[in-house]
């Protein structure tokens, strides 16, 4: 299992969109589990959206009510990443963003991914 690569972070002014990828290895017989997780400073991390993929095909998607209808998890088959596009950015999403894979469909909660990228940092000014 090599570590998911995260890609694509940086900083954008509130109601701007950025897209994050994240590169990943987990895929068991076509099969994966991936999330994206986030942490301001002085706060713990919490799951932002998460999509488990059979193949080609995207199985379910999972977001947090903090980002349902501005961020949007899919998978890139020309890129073969996982993608998190996230629109209308807010101060509030500041933070470095990591992509986790782990076991369990569909879960925002940290303790069920085993292998985390190093991160990428978002800044959203006002």
């Known amino acids: 299992q090599v570590q998911p690569v995260e890609s694509g972070g940086g900083s954008v002014q509130a109601g701007g969109s950025l897209r994050l990828s994240c590169t990943d290895s987990?895929?068991?017989?076509?099969?994966?589990?991936i999330g994206w997780f986030r942490q301001a400073s002085g706060k713990e991390r919490e799951g932002v959206a998460a999509i488990c993929t059979s193949g080609s095909n995207t199985r379910y998607t999972n977001y947090a009510d903090s980002v349902q209808g501005r961020f949007t998890i899919s998978q890139s088959l020309t890129k073969n990443t996982l993608d998190l596009q996230m629109n209308n950015l807010k101060p509030e999403d500041t933070a470095m963003y990591y992509c986790?894979?782990?076991?369990?469909?569909?879960?925002?909660?940290?303790?069920?991914?085993?292998?985390w990228g190093q991160g990428t940092q978002v800044t959203v000014s006002s």
């Open positions: 987990s895929n068991r017989y076509g099969i994966r589990f």
């Open positions: 986790a894979a782990g076991n369990v469909c569909g879960s925002l909660r940290q303790h069920e991914y085993n292998y």
